[in-house]
């Protein structure tokens, strides 16, 4: 070949070099700015707010090099201080409705909301939520947590204290002068106690607690089959002057929730204290109102609960066949529902709700919320991981 000819050759393998090198640079810099938009609809997504220059690089960094859930663990990360919208925002808007009976987001904070943050913080197993001997506080905080009253908390939010920093565990047994079997977490903070121990019969809070964490009310698991032995006397049996009411529609609550509901025999919330009451061996008198309505009804010796559904259509829950479903006062029975699979599958749909502001809604969403449940299982109930594997998913929405 000639010098003449090579000349031209030699120019269109130069322009096709120079073409090549500009198309990699320019996919290398438009992965790079998709890397950095991901990033930071993850970190919007979990903790509220845009990231900081330097951690928006660093989780960006994190999708580039295919882990974008380290990217989400990062920004969540309690060690970095731009994770605090995560602990005083999200999670405290994530626990808050579950404290009360309104289900309100805008109630006070209190020990309920700041025990779910720190074990979420801290990633003790939330399957204990129900059943520990803990309790978190502020450390530094005046006035000191009290048992009789909601002021430490309350401090603590209107100081705008870091959650993130600012909370430490301590038994809760200590803290609410009540033996530490007789604890069960959340069931017996506080703020559970003042709205679903008070007044009424303690199956408000039953019925919450299912709600809450199991994510059925007792309409979901109607079961006329199981037998009505265990119904307390204060159930007519046959209200309006109807039998069929109560064969047909209240025996299918009352037959599964009164047999556990007995665990809750022993406690009260004193209004005119501001505290729980816990008189261990001695059955509340609320558990013996209105015997009149239905004197061969069942009068509660006890705490011993038993879970009759177990068996029939409720079965479907899922309860751990590593439980008995049988024991005596709340820690066990915060056992057997945290032990459920419907408890795991509670906490990851609400947790999708929180991070991907919507319900899971087809056929892949139901997929992926199958995926972080035996995640979450996997990885000793950590409730953080959870978070981070929802905001992956959803990067793209």
Request: proline share 6%; net charge negative.
């Given at each position: 070949?000639?010098?003449?000819?090579?000349?031209?050759?030699?120019?269109?393998?130069?322009?096709?070099?120079?073409?090549?090198?500009?198309?990699?640079?320019?996919?290398?810099?438009?992965?790079?700015?998709?890397?950095?938009?991901?990033?930071?609809?993850?970190?919007?997504?979990?903790?509220?707010?845009?990231?900081?220059?330097?951690?928006?690089?660093?989780?960006?960094?994190?999708?580039?090099?295919?882990?974008?859930?380290?990217?989400?663990?990062?920004?969540?990360?309690?060690?970095?201080?731009?994770?605090?919208?995560?602990?005083?925002?999200?999670?405290?808007?994530?626990?808050?409705?579950?404290?009360?009976?309104?289900?309100?987001?805008?109630?006070?904070?209190?020990?309920?909301?700041?025990?779910?943050?720190?074990?979420?913080?801290?990633?003790?197993?939330?399957?204990?939520?129900?059943?520990?001997?803990?309790?978190?506080?502020?450390?530094?905080?005046?006035?000191?947590?009290?048992?009789?009253?909601?002021?430490?908390?309350?401090?603590?939010?209107?100081?705008?204290?870091?959650?993130?920093?600012?909370?430490?565990?301590?038994?809760?047994?200590?803290?609410?002068?009540?033996?530490?079997?007789?604890?069960?977490?959340?069931?017996?903070?506080?703020?559970?106690?003042?709205?679903?121990?008070?007044?009424?019969?303690?199956?408000?809070?039953?019925?919450?607690?299912?709600?809450?964490?199991?994510?059925?009310?007792?309409?979901?698991?109607?079961?006329?089959?199981?037998?009505?032995?265990?119904?307390?006397?204060?159930?007519?049996?046959?209200?309006?002057?109807?039998?069929?009411?109560?064969?047909?529609?209240?025996?299918?609550?009352?037959?599964?929730?009164?047999?556990?509901?007995?665990?809750?025999?022993?406690?009260?919330?004193?209004?005119?204290?501001?505290?729980?009451?816990?008189?261990?061996?001695?059955?509340?008198?609320?558990?013996?109102?209105?015997?009149?309505?239905?004197?061969?009804?069942?009068?509660?010796?006890?705490?011993?609960?038993?879970?009759?559904?177990?068996?029939?259509?409720?079965?479907?829950?899922?309860?751990?066949?590593?439980?008995?479903?049988?024991?005596?006062?709340?820690?066990?029975?915060?056992?057997?529902?945290?032990?459920?699979?419907?408890?795991?599958?509670?906490?990851?749909?609400?947790?999708?709700?929180?991070?991907?502001?919507?319900?899971?809604?087809?056929?892949?969403?139901?997929?992926?919320?199958?995926?972080?449940?035996?995640?979450?299982?996997?990885n000793n109930y950590s409730l953080k991981r959870v978070f981070a594997e929802a905001a992956v998913y959803c990067k793209g929405d």
């Amino acid at each position: 070949m000639n010098t003449a000819t090579q000349r031209p050759a030699r120019r269109a393998a130069a322009i096709s070099a120079a073409l090549s090198g500009c198309l990699l640079t320019v996919l290398a810099t438009t992965a790079l700015a998709d890397a950095r938009d991901q990033a930071k609809r993850i970190h919007d997504r979990l903790v509220g707010t845009p990231p900081s220059p330097a951690m928006l690089d660093q989780m960006a960094a994190d999708i580039s090099g295919g882990s974008a859930l380290n990217a989400a663990l990062r920004a969540i990360d309690p060690m970095n201080p731009t994770s605090s919208g995560f602990y005083s925002v999200t999670l405290k808007n994530f626990a808050t409705p579950w404290t009360n009976r309104d289900q309100t987001v805008f109630a006070p904070l209190n020990d309920y909301t700041a025990t779910v943050i720190g074990m979420v913080r801290d990633d003790v197993p939330f399957n204990t939520v129900l059943s520990a001997d803990l309790v978190y506080v502020g450390s530094g905080i005046t006035p000191a947590a009290s048992p009789a009253n909601n002021d430490h908390f309350e401090a603590m939010e209107n100081q705008n204290a870091d959650l993130r920093t600012v909370l430490v565990a301590q038994s809760q047994s200590a803290l609410m002068g009540i033996p530490s079997a007789a604890t069960a977490g959340v069931i017996t903070s506080r703020a559970a106690s003042q709205a679903f121990f008070i007044a009424g019969t303690n199956r408000a809070m039953f019925r919450f607690t299912l709600i809450n964490h199991l994510c059925h009310d007792l309409e979901q698991i109607h079961d006329t089959s199981r037998p009505p032995d265990r119904i307390r006397q204060d159930v007519s049996r046959s209200p309006g002057g109807d039998s069929r009411l109560f064969l047909n529609n209240c025996i299918g609550c009352h037959s599964g929730m009164d047999p556990m509901a007995q665990a809750f025999a022993y406690y009260n919330f004193d209004d005119t204290v501001g505290r729980l009451v816990y008189t261990g061996g001695q059955v509340q008198p609320k558990y013996h109102i209105n015997s009149d309505n239905f004197k061969p009804g069942y009068v509660t010796p006890d705490d011993h609960w038993d879970n009759r559904w177990r068996q029939g259509p409720n079965a479907l829950l899922g309860w751990s066949g590593s439980l008995p479903g049988t024991g005596n006062g709340a820690k066990s029975l915060g056992e057997e529902f945290a032990g459920s699979d419907a408890f795991a599958e509670c906490q990851v749909e609400k947790v999708f709700r929180n991070v991907c502001f919507r319900d899971p809604s087809d056929g892949a969403d139901h997929t992926e919320v199958g995926r972080i449940v035996g995640v979450f299982k996997a990885n000793n109930y950590s409730l953080k991981r959870v978070f981070a594997e929802a905001a992956v998913y959803c990067k793209g929405d």
